[in-house]
Nanobody, 126 residues
Framework: QLQLVESGGGLLQTGDSLRLSCAAS????????MGWFRQAPGKEREFVTA???????TYSDSVKGRFTISRDNAKNTVYLQMNSLKPDDTAVYYC????????????????????WGQGTQVTVSS
């Protein structure tokens, strides 16, 4: 059974950079859309970014130009490079795999992703 494990979270200051990793085991993510979501304290989980099997990318407006998603299919791993971090980026970050391979309807709907990691905390202080 597929497992996703996020890592790389931490305590940062405004303007810092950080790279999160999402390592998959027990299955493949190569032919799937992979997404990153985040949940801030007291808020609902929100879409951050996603990458298709072919490398196409989409970002939420709040992170566009600052965050970059990438994938290494040989390592079965997806990354999230976060630059120019702000206190509003403070959240638990989750990676997720789309429910079907080589298929996409909506990047940003949680319901379209069926496997989730446990999350990694990112805290940005001002």
């Amino acid at each position: 059974q597929l497992q996703l494990v996020e890592s790389g979270g931490g305590l940062l200051q405004t303007g810092d950079s950080l790279r999160l990793s999402c390592a998959a085991s027990g299955g493949t993510v190569t032919r799937y859309v992979m997404g990153w979501f985040r949940q801030a304290p007291g808020k609902e989980r929100e879409f951050v970014t996603a990458i298709t099997w072919g490398g196409g990318r989409t970002y939420s407006d709040s992170v566009k130009g600052r965050f970059t998603i990438s994938r290494d299919n040989a390592k079965n791993t997806v990354y999230l490079q976060m630059n120019s971090l702000k206190p509003d980026d403070t959240a638990v970050y989750y990676c997720a795999r789309y429910s079907r391979p080589l298929y996409i309807t909506s990047y940003s709907s949680e319901n379209d992703y069926d496997t989730w990691g446990q999350g990694t905390q990112v805290t940005v202080s001002s």
